[in-house]
């Protein structure tokens, strides 16, 4: 039976009941949800409240930053002086929020600011050298890298050489020493003593933003845009604990509320209802249509989007994405089947720890998002390269406890460069080093990771009844959005459960079914599962589920409904 046997289910630990009781009353929760904060190892009612109830009250002070004081202190000078100014960002979601929240800002500053952000395709990541020269032509006299630039040491040298200052904004690691930078503002900088270093690229300009706002007005602090903070930050696929949880809780809010007209249009093309966006939303539905086009043609479209205050530009700009998301989609999918039939027909499993694949004709913008389902469905760190062109450009995805940049360092000798994080890397690499960096790559992998570490864990957070599970519980779990990274979604589990009436392939290969414990009854859908309708076995109590807890509405009626993410059969 399709139960997946390489899941290991870790269950939750078991606590005293007078300790959950106490914590209940003192707190107006029901059970499940006190239980899950223990588990996730929140023991006090102040640490439970900090989870459920993040402030904006708990940001660390922008000025803890090293260079925050010398980076504001540039920055005014060129706002008063009319110096021209450059946002110089990422291509991804996290730099075109990042962009479009310093210019914006800077704008209502009257400062004398432009952004760029280079090709994917011709120009690739980062601050080059090329790109210097054509901006000290149009008098370019600071730049400000956002979500990018830790790692541009000749572009940087060579801007200098040129009489350009470089202010740095960067949340990714820092792999040679940075001299000539005016200031660096990154927390995971050489020497850096900020102490949460989980901000993304997006968070790193807020911090920046604050810093400056506090210079400029007189220690007043700058909580807007949280909407444009939120949506780079879940979609960057960063922990969502310590900062980034007020950030993203406060921007969730900010976003269901959002008056910006870009993102409005965003949204009503994408068939969001304010008041009801969820980081699901942003990581699935808006966050890919603000990715398409830097994947498939110019970022320039989103940053566009989300600064104008045209309605009708905002509408045509929104429809391009929209467009461009169904393209990425068509081409992101050829990529995934094709990795699939290589793994399949090449047997990567016995012996191979890491998967390294190359095909000529793939798209290099969409190679990443399906490393990462190769790298799920596998439970295996994943590079797919792209040789398109005179390099190959590889994108790679970790699994838990990988750190895919550290592997990555030890295989210098084989790449032009290479950049990211734990869980995210690119990569640039003549293709005649392909063979040699996959042998060293999966001979790393194997000397980091054990046989137990390929095998995909499930979080139990709580054992549940049925009788538990009900409108006061689903309004309770919302307090945890935004989920993500550090504060996934918690997945419940019941034992003794019976399938009831006709289980049914929705979708061409989703489960649709209805589940029972007593006399509850559950509708639940299994996203993938559509193979499972032939073997469950109806009306016999011998399955234990795990599952998530959601809202479902269909025509227009609200409903609870079990996702249903992993079968058991006793």
């Given at each position: 039976?399709?139960?997946?046997?390489?899941?290991?289910?870790?269950?939750?630990?078991?606590?005293?009941?007078?300790?959950?009781?106490?914590?209940?009353?003192?707190?107006?929760?029901?059970?499940?949800?006190?239980?899950?904060?223990?588990?996730?190892?929140?023991?006090?009612?102040?640490?439970?409240?900090?989870?459920?109830?993040?402030?904006?009250?708990?940001?660390?002070?922008?000025?803890?930053?090293?260079?925050?004081?010398?980076?504001?202190?540039?920055?005014?000078?060129?706002?008063?002086?009319?110096?021209?100014?450059?946002?110089?960002?990422?291509?991804?979601?996290?730099?075109?929020?990042?962009?479009?929240?310093?210019?914006?800002?800077?704008?209502?500053?009257?400062?004398?600011?432009?952004?760029?952000?280079?090709?994917?395709?011709?120009?690739?990541?980062?601050?080059?050298?090329?790109?210097?020269?054509?901006?000290?032509?149009?008098?370019?006299?600071?730049?400000?890298?956002?979500?990018?630039?830790?790692?541009?040491?000749?572009?940087?040298?060579?801007?200098?050489?040129?009489?350009?200052?470089?202010?740095?904004?960067?949340?990714?690691?820092?792999?040679?020493?940075?001299?000539?930078?005016?200031?660096?503002?990154?927390?995971?900088?050489?020497?850096?003593?900020?102490?949460?270093?989980?901000?993304?690229?997006?968070?790193?300009?807020?911090?920046?933003?604050?810093?400056?706002?506090?210079?400029?007005?007189?220690?007043?602090?700058?909580?807007?845009?949280?909407?444009?903070?939120?949506?780079?930050?879940?979609?960057?696929?960063?922990?969502?604990?310590?900062?980034?949880?007020?950030?993203?809780?406060?921007?969730?809010?900010?976003?269901?509320?959002?008056?910006?007209?870009?993102?409005?249009?965003?949204?009503?093309?994408?068939?969001?209802?304010?008041?009801?966006?969820?980081?699901?939303?942003?990581?699935?539905?808006?966050?890919?249509?603000?990715?398409?086009?830097?994947?498939?043609?110019?970022?320039?479209?989103?940053?566009?989007?989300?600064?104008?205050?045209?309605?009708?530009?905002?509408?045509?700009?929104?429809?391009?994405?929209?467009k461009a998301n169904r393209t990425r989609r068509e081409l992101?999918?050829?990529?995934?089947?094709?990795?699939?039939?290589?793994?399949?027909?090449?047997?990567?499993?016995?012996?191979?720890?890491?998967?390294?694949?190359?095909?000529?004709?793939?798209?290099?913008?969409?190679?990443?998002?399906?490393?990462?389902?190769?790298?799920?469905?596998?439970?295996?760190?994943?590079?797919?390269?792209?040789?398109?062109?005179?390099?190959?450009?590889?994108?790679?995805?970790?699994?838990?406890?990988?750190?895919?940049?550290?592997?990555?360092?030890?295989?210098?000798?084989?790449?032009?460069?290479?950049?990211?994080?734990?869980?995210?890397?690119?990569?640039?690499?003549?293709?005649?080093n392909i063979s040699a960096f996959r042998n060293a790559f999966?001979?790393?992998?194997?000397?980091?990771?054990?046989?137990?570490?390929?095998?995909?864990?499930?979080?139990?957070?709580?054992?549940?009844?049925?009788?538990?599970?009900?409108?006061?519980?689903?309004?309770?779990?919302?307090?945890?959005?935004?989920?993500?990274?550090d504060n996934e979604k918690p997945v419940f589990r019941t034992?003794?459960?019976?399938?009831?009436?006709?289980?049914?392939?929705?979708?061409?290969?989703?489960?649709?079914?209805?589940?029972?414990?007593?006399?509850?009854?559950?509708?639940?859908?299994?996203?993938?599962?559509?193979?499972?309708?032939?073997?469950?076995?109806?009306?016999?109590?011998?399955?234990?589920?795990?599952?998530?807890?959601?809202?479902?509405?269909?025509?227009?009626?609200?409903?609870?409904?079990?996702?249903?993410?992993?079968?058991?059969?006793?």
């Amino acid at each position: 039976m399709a139960y997946d046997k390489n899941i290991h289910c870790i269950l939750p630990q078991k606590f005293d009941n007078n300790r959950v009781c106490q914590l209940q009353q003192a707190l107006s929760l029901s059970r499940p949800v006190v239980e899950i904060l223990l588990n996730r190892g929140y023991h006090s009612c102040d640490e439970m409240r900090g989870v459920l109830f993040p402030s904006l009250d708990d940001l660390h002070d922008p000025f803890l930053f090293n260079d925050m004081e010398k980076a504001t202190e540039r920055i005014v000078k060129a706002i008063k002086e009319k110096e021209r100014i450059l946002i110089y960002g990422d291509y991804d979601v996290d730099g075109v929020t990042a962009v479009t929240l310093l210019v914006k800002n800077f704008h209502a500053f009257c400062a004398d600011v432009f952004y760029y952000i280079p090709d994917r395709q011709k120009e690739g990541y980062g601050l080059s050298v090329e790109s210097i020269d054509s901006f000290q032509k149009k008098g370019i006299k600071l730049i400000i890298t956002v979500d990018c630039g830790i790692n541009a040491v000749d572009a940087i040298n060579h801007a200098n050489a040129a009489g350009l200052d470089v202010i740095v904004t960067d949340h990714h690691s820092q792999q040679r020493s940075l001299d000539n930078a005016y200031a660096i503002i990154n927390p995971k900088a050489e020497g850096e003593n900020y102490p949460f270093r989980e901000l993304a690229g997006v968070g790193v300009a807020f911090k920046l933003l604050d810093g400056l706002v506090k210079k400029m007005k007189g220690g007043k602090e700058h909580f807007e845009d949280l909407d444009l903070v939120v949506l780079g930050t879940i979609a960057d696929i960063v922990s969502l604990k310590g900062e980034n949880r007020a950030l993203t809780h406060q921007g969730l809010e900010a976003l269901n509320s959002t008056r910006k007209t870009g993102l409005c249009a965003l949204l009503e093309k994408a068939k969001c209802r304010k008041g009801d966006i969820s980081s699901h939303d942003i990581a699935f539905i808006l966050g890919p249509r603000l990715n398409a086009s830097g994947r498939i043609g110019t970022a320039q479209r989103s940053v566009e989007l989300l600064l104008t205050d045209d309605r009708g530009n905002a509408w045509e700009h929104a429809s391009y994405l929209d467009k461009a998301n169904r393209t990425r989609r068509e081409l992101q999918e050829r990529v995934l089947n094709e990795s699939i039939e290589m793994i399949e027909r090449e047997g990567y499993g016995m012996g191979i720890n890491g998967i390294v694949l190359e095909k000529h004709d793939w798209h290099e913008g969409v190679i990443g998002i399906a490393a990462s389902k190769i790298s799920e469905r596998y439970a295996r760190p994943t590079i797919l390269i792209s040789t398109a062109g005179a390099f190959g450009k590889g994108s790679g995805r970790s699994i838990k406890g990988f750190s895919l940049f550290d592997a990555l360092r030890q295989c210098t000798e084989y790449l032009v460069r290479f950049g990211g994080h734990q869980h995210a890397a690119g990569i640039t690499i003549e293709k005649k080093n392909i063979s040699a960096f996959r042998n060293a790559f999966n001979r790393i992998v194997g000397e980091m990771l054990t046989e137990e570490d390929f095998v995909s864990e499930l979080q139990v957070d709580c054992i549940a009844s049925f009788n538990e599970i009900n409108g006061k519980l689903l309004d309770e779990l919302k307090l945890f959005e935004p989920f993500g990274v550090d504060n996934e979604k918690p997945v419940f589990r019941t034992s003794s459960v019976d399938f009831v009436g006709y289980p049914r392939i929705v979708g061409k290969k989703h489960l649709k079914t209805r589940v029972r414990k007593g006399k509850m009854i559950f509708e639940a859908i299994g996203f993938g599962q559509g193979a499972l309708v032939k073997e469950i076995e109806i009306g016999r109590n011998i399955y234990t589920i795990d599952y998530k807890i959601e809202k479902n509405v269909y025509k227009g009626k609200k409903s609870i409904q079990l996702h249903l993410v992993h079968i058991e059969k006793h």
